[in-house]
């Protein structure tokens, strides 16, 4: 039995790491794990093929298939619908795995595939073969590394350091219009719909759930006790811009993203740019 069926899986079970890009929370720890790995080794930030190359709803797939022929799946069969041969599976399509080793493609594969080894993923499983294409097959179970690199609480992580410096999300809120959002530095900004995301991606994030809601609401001191930062303007536009993200920074009411939308750091909105200009 599989959790869902293909393609049936509702957004909101689901993490935002992108616009049109969902994954389960076990997949999601496991992705961010491989991205501050391959930083850390080789300073290159992996990045997911713009559009639905996380999780892909059925309707989608029903219109990749049309559009790509045989290099999308059977809608309804394909590994991104969190199904695959009878079991659970997500898949990821990395766009940029060859910047592992610039102009080296074996050397490029050969890294690529020892990163995914480090976190779980499976390599090569679809056919025609496709390089980027990844696979998780225990996608719902948070791996044991994401409590302990991500919870401060179980690590000894140096306190004065700066956190910020590596990729773990953070939460904040801001405090003139009170609504939630989780910033991953260097890759970009989400905002919670309602507390049932807040819980969600704090538990994504920190493998620990947030206080259960009293009257449908978190108090400041459950939110702080959650890992939230509360930020008033001032100080919140002095640290998005800090955080790579001068842009929004400029623009608080109007670019801060709502609920279904998603806010890239600058850096990264360049290679976006020039992703899909060159596609
Ligand atoms: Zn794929």
């Not at 559009?67 to 041969?85: F, I, K, Q």
Request: with cysteine; charged share 20%; net charge negative.
């Amino acid at each position: 039995m599989t959790r869902y069926e293909n393609g049936r899986a509702p957004l909101s079970d689901l993490i935002k790491v992108g616009d049109q890009q969902y994954l389960p929370v076990g997949t999601c720890a496991r992705w961010r794990e491989m991205q501050r790995l391959a930083w850390e080794k080789y300073r290159v930030w992996l990045v997911i093929t713009p559009g639905w190359n996380g999780y892909r709803p059925l309707d989608i797939q029903i219109q990749y298939r049309a559009e790509l022929g045989v290099w999308a799946a059977v809608p309804g069969y394909s590994s991104h619908g969190l199904t695959y041969n009878g079991r659970d599976c997500a898949a990821i399509d990395v766009f940029n795995w060859r910047d592992l080793a610039p102009g080296n493609e074996s050397l490029a594969w050969a890294r690529f595939v020892a990163l995914c080894r480090l976190v779980g993923f499976t390599n090569d499983f679809v056919s025609p073969r496709e390089q980027w294409h990844i696979g998780d097959f225990d996608p719902f179970t948070v791996p044991a590394f994401a409590a302990i690199v991500i919870n401060p609480s179980t690590t000894a992580l140096p306190t004065a350091q700066s956190e910020e410096d590596d990729d773990m999300p953070i939460n904040f809120r801001r405090e003139s219009t009170g609504v939630s959002y989780t910033l991953i530095p260097g890759y970009g900004i989400t905002a919670h719909a309602n507390l049932h995301g807040f819980r969600l991606t704090a538990f994504g994030n920190t493998g620990a759930w947030p206080p259960a809601p009293v009257n449908d609401a978190l108090s400041t001191d459950q939110r702080i006790g959650a890992g939230e930062r509360q930020f008033n303007d001032d100080n919140l536009r002095w640290w998005l811009a800090l955080m790579d993200f001068e842009w929004v920074a400029q623009d608080l009411d109007n670019r801060l993203p709502k609920p279904s939308e998603y806010r890239y750091a600058d850096r990264l909105q360049k290679i976006y740019d020039a992703a899909l200009a060159r596609s």
